[in-house]
């Protein structure tokens, strides 16, 4: 099973410079720093230029999972 770290890494592509390279880090943000909810966060940096993007982790891991991830679990519950 891919990590939400991993989707991550392998998926990315900067919408700056178009690298294709990045580091995650976890990251848990103090009330009132950022205009964003409390909660745990991934961020993406970009290796070239440093651009960073900030995805809530609790969303992004329940993402539907690529296609054919399940499929074969889900064949074998119908049967």
Not at 24 to 51: D, N, W
Request: glycine residues 6%; proline residues 8%.
């Amino acid at each position: 099973m891919i990590t939400a770290e991993e989707r991550l890494k392998s998926d990315y592509a900067c919408p700056r410079c178009r690298g294709s390279a990045c580091v995650v880090h976890h990251v848990a943000l103090p009330h009132g720093i950022l205009p964003l909810p409390f909660g745990p966060y991934l961020t993406t940096t970009c290796v070239l230029c440093g651009y960073t993007e900030f995805y809530d982790r609790s969303v992004y891991e329940n993402l539907e999972k690529p296609a054919g991830e399940d499929s074969a679990r889900s064949r074998r519950a119908a049967s």
